[in-house]
T-cell receptor
């Protein structure tokens, strides 16, 4: 158990819909990272928040957004969903703002039908 | 353009022997490298890391070797045990200067330990 929690575990929704994925980092970790794992692309970095502020952006689509709240939990919002958004979404956390070792949650499996 | 490549999608090794997983990278700005292990239905688990100022780091049965001139790293597991059967991901980052702070992952190698 990494100490990072993600909810829900599974999510099935239709194209065009909007969903919110939630992540709670390990106790004491200030950075939260979001990754997408699809079959053909592997693990892709989406976005990082550090202590409530956006720190770095990776391959995140404009239809996707995230935020980190004062209690340090984070939410990833995915809107106007397409079939290709079906993937595993992982959240990871680390102590500082630099990419030291990151600890991953169990992931949320999103299926868009 | 894949900056971190794991060219072997799978690798089968006999229990007790050495497992060697390989990883190549193209971005010369990467200065920190990590290996993660992933079981089905779980998130990746951090295994071992190495900074670019070193060429070797050891932790128990796991050793990572870095060859900067060749832009190549490898993970050695010895002796291999049945519980080592998993997908192994190589990851890289730029800890100093510019660049996004997320990790860049390879596509993984599925290690199968045969009894």
């Amino acid at each position: 158990d990494s100490g990072v929690t993600q909810t829900p575990k599974h999510l099935i929704t239709a194209t065009g819909q909007r969903v919110t994925l939630r992540c709670s980092p390990r106790s004491g970790d200030l950075s939260v990272y979001w990754y997408q794992q699809s079959l053909d692309q592997g693990l892709q970095f989406l976005i990082q928040y550090y202590n409530g502020e956006e720190r770095a952006k990776g391959n995140i689509l404009e239809r996707f957004s995230a935020q980190q709240f004062p209690d340090l939990h984070s939410e990833l919002n995915l809107s106007s969903l397409e079939l290709g958004d079906s993937a595993l979404y992982f959240c990871a956390s680390s102590v500082g703002s630099s990419p030291y070792e990151q600890y991953f949650g169990p992931g949320t499996r999103l299926t868009v039908t | 353009d894949q900056q971190v490549k794991q060219n072997s999608p799978s690798l089968s090794v006999q229990e007790g022997r050495i497992s060697i997983l390989n990883c190549d990278y193209t971005n010369s700005m990467f200065d920190y490298f990590l290996w993660y292990k992933k079981y089905p239905a779980e998130g990746p688990t951090f295994l071992i890391s190495i900074s670019s100022i070193k060429d070797k780091n050891e932790d128990g049965r796991f050793t990572v070797f870095l060859n900067k001139s060749a832009k190549h790293l490898s993970l050695h597991i010895v002796p291999s045990q049945p519980g080592d059967s998993a997908v192994y991901f190589c990851a890289a980052s730029e800890r100093s200067g510019g660049g996004a702070d997320g990790l860049t992952f390879g596509k993984g190698t599925h290690l199968i330990i045969q009894p």
